[in-house]
Nanobody, 124 residues
Framework: QVQLVESGGGLVQAGGSLRLSCAAS????????MAWFRQAPGKEREFVAA????????YYADFVKGRFTISRDNAKNTLYLQMNSLKPEDTAVYTC?????????????????WGQGTQVTVSS
């Protein structure tokens, strides 16, 4: 089992920044990758970014390239998402996830463990 706890969400004006954190505990040694997903009201969950826990390879959704940066601290078992130039359409619940297999990074079904999520609200 892996436990994930997100933090860092909040209310920010358009153009502002937030840094999300996801602290992992439990059987994290078997993790293949960690990722951030988001879900806006009335919309399906969508992939934001992922990082391979072993190689460090990084993957981004097209809509966040150049604005968001995913990073990890292996020693602390913590995943981060630095979000800059935020837009109102970035408003969503952001959730971190862990996958143990080598399945697709951008598919939510690939992931085995999920956090509770943290709300990000961007005002115009």
């Amino acid at each position: 089992q892996v436990q994930l706890v997100e933090s860092g969400g909040g209310l920010v004006q358009a153009g502002g920044s937030l840094r999300l954190s996801c602290a992992a505990s439990g059987r994290t040694f078997s993790a293949n990758a960690m990722a951030w997903f988001r879900q806006a009201p009335g919309k399906e969950r969508e992939f934001v970014a992922a990082v391979s826990w072993r190689s460090g390879s990084i993957y981004y959704a097209d809509f966040v390239k150049g604005r968001f940066t995913i990073s990890r601290d292996n020693a602390k078992n913590t995943l981060y998402l630095q979000m800059n130039s935020l837009k109102p359409e970035d408003t969503a619940v952001y959730t971190c996830a862990v996958k143990n297999s080598r399945s697709d990074y951008d598919r939510s079904l690939s992931y085995d463990y999920w956090g509770q999520g943290t709300q990000v609200t961007v005002s115009s």
